[in-house]
Nanobody, 123 residues
Framework: QLQLVESGGDLVQPGGSLRLSCAAS????????IGWFRQAPGKEREGVSS????????YYADSVKGRFTISKDNSANTMYLKMNSLTPDDTALYYC????????????????WGQGTPVTVSS
């Protein structure tokens, strides 16, 4: 079973930073790309960022380029998303996902989803 567990979501002021974590099984990190999607209230789920299983290729949505950084630590079985310069538009439920890497969409198709961690950007 492909297990993904997110953490790190919180309430943060505009301009602030957060780091999300996704704990993944070794099987996932060795075999699949892993990344983040988000879904804001009333909106469709969208891909945010992904990293290939070897770690050499990354994907970022245009809306987060230059502000978000994805990384992974295989020794800790964890993937991270560092989010800087947050705006209210970043408010969403953030999901960790795993599957084949797609250079245009990040992880696609998604083979496994986490439960999500909420990020709220508000003053």
């Amino acid at each position: 079973q492909l297990q993904l567990v997110e953490s790190g979501g919180d309430l943060v002021q505009p301009g602030g930073s957060l780091r999300l974590s996704c704990a993944a099984s070794r099987r996932i990190l060795d075999s699949y790309a892993i990344g983040w999607f988000r879904q804001a209230p009333g909106k469709e789920r969208e891909g945010v960022s992904s990293i290939s299983h070897a770690g050499g290729i990354t994907y970022y949505a245009d809306s987060v380029k230059g502000r978000f950084t994805i990384s992974k630590d295989n020794s800790a079985n964890t993937m991270y998303l560092k989010m800087n310069s947050l705006t209210p538009d970043d408010t969403a439920l953030y999901y960790c996902a795993a599957g084949p890497f797609n250079s245009q969409y990040g992880v696609q198709p998604v083979l496994s989803w986490g439960q999500g961690t909420p990020v709220t950007v508000s003053s």
